[in-house]
Nanobody
Framework: QVQLVESGGGLVQAGGSLRLSCTTS????????MGWFRQTPGKEREFVAGISRYGGITGYADSVKGRSTISSDNAKNTMYLQMSSLKREDTAVYYC???????????????????WGQGTQVTVSS
């Protein structure tokens, strides 16, 4: 079992930056593939970015590619999502997730993830 706790959300102006954090407890962090998803009311949860076990490979949704960087600090059991040039359409609840046994290096499907955080709200104002 693993627990995930997100932090770093808040209100930011369009064009600004934000760094989300996801801290895990339980099994060694580096043994999970990790991901960030986001969800807005009435819509499905969508993949934002992911990082493979041991952090060697990353992947991004087209909507955030070039504006976001996912990283991890195994010593701190923490994953980060640095977002810049934020747009109003980035407004959402952001969730971090851990995949314990996926064969895919950077899973992009929600069903590939076994554990989820409670989410943190990001609101981008114009």
């Amino acid at each position: 079992q693993v627990q995930l706790v997100e932090s770093g959300g808040g209100l930011v102006q369009a064009g600004g930056s934000l760094r989300l954090s996801c801290t895990t407890s339980g099994r060694p962090f580096s043994t999970y593939a990790m991901g960030w998803f986001r969800q807005t009311p009435g819509k499905e949860r969508e993949f934002v970015a992911g990082i493979s076990r041991y952090g060697g490979i990353t992947g991004y949704a087209d909507s955030v590619k070039g504006r976001s960087t996912i990283s991890s600090d195994n010593a701190k059991n923490t994953m980060y999502l640095q977002m810049s040039s934020l747009k109003r359409e980035d407004t959402a609840v952001y969730y971090c997730a851990a995949a314990a046994s996926s064969a895919i290096l950077v899973p992009t499907m929600e069903r590939s993830y076994d554990y989820w955080g409670q989410g943190t709200q990001v609101t981008v104002s114009s």
